[in-house]
């Protein structure tokens, strides 16, 4: 089992995802998605490591791993304002993944490792798009690693808090409107960075049955130092864009999170959850590019992004059929942060309902297949990227089949 | 059972994934479009780089809007293509034509006062090509257009509202010679109006400022009631041709819109001359020997002395234009503007170089009165106008479009060409949407504007 998810782990460590208000990732385990992605308050299995760490010590089993990847397909089309004219995003699957490992070396103690991509942004437009000037194709990746800490009191009150370190990568073309013999001059940067941040969160179960959550995921401050910024310009302009290094400045947003759910039934079939989640987005103002060799034609610039912040409501239910199948159903709603004068094809983001379903089939005892399948659906949306005047109408969608395996002994 | 009931639930998801948003609906709302002709000068004919040639035509602005009238109802709009990317351009010179090829940015190496290089070099507009004979490129003007008319674009460069109405004008403009179908006897509203258009762009009567303003005079412009008398004559043709036509007007726009009067004095201020004591005593010498005691010369900064067209000399004074023609060469090296150092003679700045605060006025004056017999005009024949004076002023802050920055500095500002008074492909584009908007505003329609990112700038080498 370690195997096959230091596999896993292996395959898809370079993968990550576009989906979501802004660039936030919410596909953190099966379990979760096919409930509405819903998890703060549940305490099932080792991802309780990154939904609430005060939820890992109530996971009864000594070990528990976790692990699981999405397939995001996304799809987005834009339909410029007053011109005859629509692009489709060039269609690329995204691969987030998951991985978590628990382990009790006492009854209330729990230590484990999440390793996931909560944070990604993923799409290309293609090179002769209309808004090649504000973007052809973005990559940027966060995987956080968290080392955490869990313990429980009396089987009530749980307290967990992991530190967060991340990696980010990015990769960025734009076209320049400067024109040589062969067309447009065109812009690339690349680079990487790491930083740290905490997760902390708190459980109770105050009744039998009820599970309560709450959890705060700190602002990590993404400073890519010294990225690569390559300029493919005409020979005579050459001097005005020196190849170059470029600090780039990208907030992750801090998230704080509120979970309940409800077992009931025979046998506590039946669980009913819902979270909560809301994202501190108003952190990321502006996007700033600070270029090391100065002209006077490149500088510092910081592209406006006034994120607002949002919260997101999410609902799940869960029943258990038998010993050997669970079903799950779920839904919810994040409303897009995106400001309507800053619609950024650089990230589309658009009111997004989800809905989202599925099951796990236990062949044994402690071990678990688990798949989930979210279908996510951005609303129309009409907006203009005002500091570029680049207006349009959005409108995104995206289906992500996921599948995962979960063992505890 | 489940299962299989779940991964077909899963694929019907997937198939309804692609995300669909309705297109652009082009709507004429009952406006005739089918037969569009456009009427002007150079603006209107797709000249730029100060030449006539291939990818300008192509790039002209009533060819970009013909392009979106497609969508309502719009034929072919044919245009009499020059056979050649090099292109012609033409001055009068005393019994005839002086020809040259377009100019395009080039890295030219910068040269000391005793022309030797000095090392650096600088990105400026340079004539693409001069081995080509003045034979060649007159044959190349007068030659066939390279479509078959009967043409739609009645763009002629240099046309002044007057001349558009003078029957036999193209033995006087080689522009008008080359595609008229009888060069000797028909006028260029005469065979506009012969197409029968059931809408029409006319942008005419830039000619009647700007030919004057370039030349750094206000003594060529059109008198206001000459304007007056020829303008709606000429509209007037146009709605009276047949088919009922709508139609769309545009104004004039400013002098200081245009980077051909709003660069060099940036770069060089009208009292840049730095004189000391000694100096100045010596100028005031020269100047009082050869008559000119009235311009003083003083310690310190002093204004270039510039020759008006009455033959006066002048100092400069704050708010007078350098052209964008000035031989800065001169200046720099032979004491244009002060005096000649080898032949110890006073040297004033030829007039024509230098558009005086008076000459301003009175040309802005006459802009104004001609803005407002195009709108009088317009309004009392029912047509569009296209605000051009207006909208070009915008472009003096600067404008942004999907990403484009543009505004009105020579080269760098983005839209216009290497001529400083006509647009490049990309301010066509720009300006070819002002056109529509201003047509779906009069019109209620809805015709879709040109994308403007198609549509390069200046070629950089």
């Given at each position: 089992m370690r195997k096959i998810s230091y596999l896993l782990l292996c395959l898809f460590l370079t993968a990550t995802a576009a989906f979501g208000g802004g660039y936030q990732v919410g596909l953190h385990s099966m379990r979760s998605i096919g409930m509405g992605l819903i998890g703060t308050s549940l305490s099932a299995d080792a991802s309780s490591l990154f939904f609430n760490p005060g939820g890992a010590a109530f996971v009864n089993e000594k070990w528990s791993f976790s692990a699981g990847m999405s397939f995001v397909f996304a799809r987005a089309t834009f339909q410029a304002k007053d011109v005859n004219y629509q692009a489709t995003l060039k269609h690329e699957v995204n691969l987030p993944f998951y991985f978590y490992a628990a382990f009790k070396p006492t009854k209330n103690l729990s230590v484990g490792l999440a390793i996931n991509a909560p944070y990604g942004n993923r799409l290309s437009w293609g090179d002769e798009w209309m808004g090649r000037y504000l973007i052809q194709n973005l990559s940027f990746k966060a995987i956080t690693y968290q080392p955490t800490v869990s313990y429980q009191f009396k089987n009530i009150i749980g307290v967990g808090i992991g530190l967060v370190y991340a990696t980010g990568t990015m990769d960025l073309n734009k076209a320049i409107p400067l024109q040589g013999a062969n067309g447009d001059a065109t812009l690339n940067v690349k680079g990487g960075t790491g930083n740290f941040g905490f997760n902390a969160g708190i459980m109770v179960h105050p009744v039998k049955g009820l599970s309560l959550g709450v959890d705060y995921r700190s602002k990590i401050e993404m400073k890519v130092?010294?990225?690569?910024?390559?300029?493919?310009?005409?020979?005579?302009?050459?001097?005005?864009?020196?190849?170059?290094?470029?600090?780039?400045?990208?907030?992750?947003?801090?998230?704080?999170?509120?979970?309940?759910?409800?077992?009931?039934?025979?046998?506590?079939?039946?669980?009913?959850?819902?979270?909560?989640?809301?994202?501190?987005?108003?952190?990321?103002?502006?996007?700033?590019?600070?270029?090391?060799?100065?002209?006077?034609?490149?500088?510092?610039?910081?592209t406006a992004a006034m994120y607002e912040s949002r919260l997101i409501e999410r609902i799940g239910l869960q029943y258990q059929i038998n010993k050997l199948v669970t079903v799950r159903v779920g839904g919810y709603y994040d409303p897009s942060p995106v400001p309507t004068d800053y619609m950024n094809p650089q990230t589309p983001s658009t009111n997004e309902t989800g809905i989202t379903c599925g099951f796990s089939i236990y062949p044994f005892k402690g071990f678990s297949i688990d798949a989930a399948f979210l279908y996510l659906m951005g609303a129309k949306r009409e907006g203009t990227f005002s500091p570029e005047n680049f207006a349009g109408t959005y409108r995104t969608g995206f289906s992500i089949p996921g599948i995962g395996l979960s063992y505890s002994f | 059972m489940k299962k299989i009931i779940f991964i077909l639930l899963s694929v019907s998801l997937f198939v309804a994934c692609e995300r669909k948003i309705d297109e652009f609906s082009p709507s004429a709302n009952g406006v005739n479009f089918t037969k569009f002709v456009a009427v002007g000068n150079s603006m209107v004919a797709g000249?730029?780089?100060?030449?006539?040639?291939?990818?300008?035509?192509?790039?002209?602005?009533?060819?970009?809007?013909?392009?979106?009238?497609?969508?309502?109802?719009?034929?072919?709009?044919?245009?009499?293509?020059?056979?050649?990317?090099?292109?012609?351009?033409?001055?009068?010179?005393?019994?005839?034509?002086?020809?040259?090829?377009?100019?395009?940015?080039?890295?030219?190496?910068?040269?000391?006062?005793?022309?030797?290089?000095?090392?650096?070099?600088?990105?400026?507009?340079?004539?693409?090509?001069?081995?080509?004979?003045?034979?060649?490129?007159?044959?190349?003007?007068?030659?066939?257009?390279?479509?078959?008319?009967?043409?739609?674009?009645f763009g002629v460069p240099g046309v002044n509202v007057k001349y558009a109405c003078v029957p036999g004008y193209g033995a006087y403009n080689p522009y008008f010679a080359r595609f008229a179908s009888s060069a000797a006897t028909s006028s260029v509203i005469g065979e506009a109006a012969g197409r029968q258009p059931t809408f029409f762009m006319i942008w005419l009567g830039d000619m009647d400022a700007l030919a004057s303003a370039t030349s750094g005079t206000d003594l060529l412009l059109t008198p206001v009631d000459t304007f007056a008398k020829y303008y709606p004559l000429a509209t007037g043709a146009l709605i009276a041709s047949g088919n009922n036509p709508k139609g769309v007007a545009a104004t004039i726009p400013d002098v200081t819109s245009l980077p051909f009067f709003n660069t060099i004095s940036k770069q060089l201020p009208y009292n840049s001359v730095t004189l000391t004591a000694e100096q100045a005593a010596g100028l005031n010498f020269l100047y009082t020997q050869y008559g000119h005691g009235d311009i003083v010369w003083k310690e310190g900064q002093n204004p270039f002395v510039y020759s008006k067209p009455d033959g006066s000399w002048a100092q400069m004074q704050q708010g007078d234009l350098f052209l964008l023609t000035l031989p800065t060469d001169s200046i720099k090296c032979k004491g244009m503007g002060i005096a000649n150092p080898?032949?110890?003679?006073?040297?004033?700045?030829?007039?024509?170089?230098?558009?005086?605060?008076?000459?301003?006025?009175?040309?802005?004056?006459?802009?104004?009165?001609?803005?407002?017999?195009?709108?009088?005009?317009?309004?009392?024949?029912?047509?569009?106008?296209?605000?051009?004076?207006?909208?070009?002023?915008?472009?003096?802050?600067?404008?942004?479009?999907?990403?484009?920055?543009?505004?009105?500095?020579?080269?760098?500002?983005?839209?216009?060409?290497?001529?400083?008074?006509?647009?490049?492909?990309?301010?066509c584009a720009i300006t070819a949407n002002y056109f529509i908007q201003a047509i779906n505003a009069k019109y209620g329609c809805r015709i879709p504007e040109a994308n403007i990112t198609n549509y390069p700038g200046l070629v950089f080498p």
């Open positions: 130092k010294g990225a690569t910024a390559t300029f493919d310009v005409p020979s005579s302009l050459k001097s005005e864009f020196p190849d170059n290094k470029v600090d780039v400045m990208l907030p992750l947003p801090a998230n704080l999170d509120f979970g309940a759910s409800y077992e009931f039934g025979k046998n506590k079939q039946w669980m009913v959850g819902i979270n909560l989640c809301y994202v501190f987005w108003n952190t990321y103002d502006s996007l700033v590019f600070d270029f090391e060799t100065k002209t006077s034609t490149i500088n510092r610039t910081a | 000249f730029a780089d100060n030449a006539l040639y291939l990818s300008g035509q192509q790039n002209s602005i009533p060819n970009l809007v013909a392009e979106q009238l497609k969508t309502v109802g719009a034929g072919p709009f044919v245009q009499p293509l020059i056979g050649t990317e090099e292109g012609v351009g033409v001055t009068a010179v005393t019994g005839g034509f002086y020809c040259y090829t377009k100019m395009a940015l080039k890295i030219v190496p910068d040269k000391d006062c005793n022309g030797d290089p000095i090392g650096t070099s600088s990105i400026r507009p340079a004539i693409v090509n001069t081995t080509v004979d003045q034979n060649t490129l007159k044959q190349q003007l007068l030659a066939a257009p390279t479509v078959a008319g009967p043409y739609d674009n080898v032949t110890y003679e006073p040297y004033p700045i030829p007039g024509q170089y230098v558009l005086d605060v008076a000459e301003q006025a009175n040309i802005k004056t006459h802009i104004d009165q001609f803005n407002q017999i195009i709108k009088a005009t317009a309004m009392a024949q029912n047509l569009a106008v296209a605000d051009m004076n207006t909208y070009m002023k915008s472009f003096i802050s600067g404008l942004v479009f999907d990403g484009i920055a543009v505004n009105t500095t020579f080269v760098t500002g983005g839209m216009f060409s290497t001529d400083g008074v006509h647009l490049n492909p990309r301010g």
